[in-house]
């Protein structure tokens, strides 16, 4: 059985507004084997398409390798956009050596909720994905049970937005209540092209453009959010 343990801690600074919530990276970035073009960093595989969004997005020319510098680049892009990253993984068992989400087992999530209550500017949670089974919107509505609280759904276009609502009794850092809302991204993952084919809005476009992709298609979602 292989301890897939998170090799990152959270990366949240104190004037934080928005979250990124995942799951867990590959394992060989908690074994330290890496791959050339893999940047020692959270979401760091070159075949994790989250900072290829946010490069075209912004044109910021990021480097893919080892180096400290593409660590700095990406650090360097959240701080000044007050960007966090807190999976809401910690640890997994697994049998089987991948990056599937499914095969994890003896999960032990983060406090997702005590992270929210140490940084009260945090008012945007995004997951890397919707609710399908052990992934992170999956996971956070369970951790919500855990303090009675719940998702409320405000928006069932993709991508899907939720808000919840931290009473003033559990955070204790304010004086009123306290909402938060989640946006359910569309997973950057090769196996949510097919549902994005299927979505009416990508045919539409599609029709219109036939060059246009599912990476231009998350690239148009993820560019409102970051």
Same mark, same amino acid.
């Given at each position: 059985?292989?301890?897939?343990?998170?090799?990152?801690?959270?990366?949240?600074?104190?004037?934080?507004?928005?979250?990124?919530?995942?799951?867990? %990276?590959?394992?060989?970035?908690?074994?330290? =084997?890496?791959?050339?073009?893999?940047?020692?960093?959270?979401?760091?595989?070159?075949?994790?398409?989250?900072?290829?969004?946010?490069?075209?997005?912004?044109?910021?020319?990021?480097?893919?390798?080892?180096?400290?510098?593409?660590?700095?680049?990406?650090?360097?892009?959240?701080?000044?956009?007050?960007?966090?990253?807190?999976?809401?993984?910690?640890?997994?068992?697994?049998?089987?050596?991948?990056?599937?989400?499914?095969?994890? =087992?003896?999960?032990?999530?983060?406090?997702?909720?005590?992270?929210?209550? =140490?940084?009260?500017?945090?008012?945007?949670?995004?997951?890397?994905?919707?609710?399908?089974?052990?992934?992170?919107?999956?996971?956070?509505?369970?951790?919500?049970?855990?303090?009675?609280?719940?998702?409320?759904?405000?928006?069932?276009?993709?991508?899907?937005?939720?808000? &919840?609502?931290?009473?003033?009794?559990?955070?204790?850092?304010?004086?009123?209540?306290?909402?938060?809302?989640?946006?359910?991204?569309?997973?950057?993952?090769?196996?949510?092209?097919?549902?994005?084919?299927?979505? %009416?809005?990508?045919? =539409?476009?599609?029709?219109?453009?036939?060059? &246009?992709?599912?990476?231009? &298609?998350?690239?148009?979602?993820?560019?409102?959010? &970051?």
């Amino acid at each position: 059985m292989f301890k897939h343990k998170h090799p990152y801690k959270p990366f949240i600074k104190k004037d934080t507004t928005k979250l990124i919530v995942g799951t867990l %990276p590959p394992p060989r970035f908690t074994t330290g =084997q890496l791959l050339e073009k893999d940047v020692d960093f959270c979401y760091g595989s070159y075949y994790n398409s989250l900072w290829l969004f946010i490069d075209k997005i912004h044109n910021l020319g990021l480097r893919y390798d080892n180096s400290n510098e593409a660590i700095e680049e990406r650090k360097t892009f959240l701080i000044k956009n007050r960007i966090g990253v807190c999976d809401i993984v910690d640890c997994a068992d697994r049998e089987k050596i991948d990056a599937s989400d499914l095969g994890m =087992q003896n999960i032990k999530l983060r406090d997702i909720i005590n992270y929210l209550k =140490q940084f009260p500017k945090i008012d945007t949670l995004l997951f890397t994905g919707g609710n399908s089974k052990n992934g992170p919107e999956y996971f956070f509505r369970k951790h919500l049970k855990t303090y009675n609280l719940k998702l409320e759904l405000v928006c069932n276009e993709v991508p899907r937005i939720h808000k &919840f609502v931290i009473p003033n009794e559990v955070s204790k850092l304010v004086e009123s209540n306290r909402t938060i809302k989640t946006v359910s991204l569309t997973s950057g993952s090769g196996a949510a092209n097919i549902s994005i084919s299927r979505l %009416p809005l990508y045919k =539409q476009l599609k029709s219109k453009n036939p060059d &246009f992709n599912t990476f231009d &298609f998350r690239v148009m979602q993820y560019r409102e959010f &970051f």
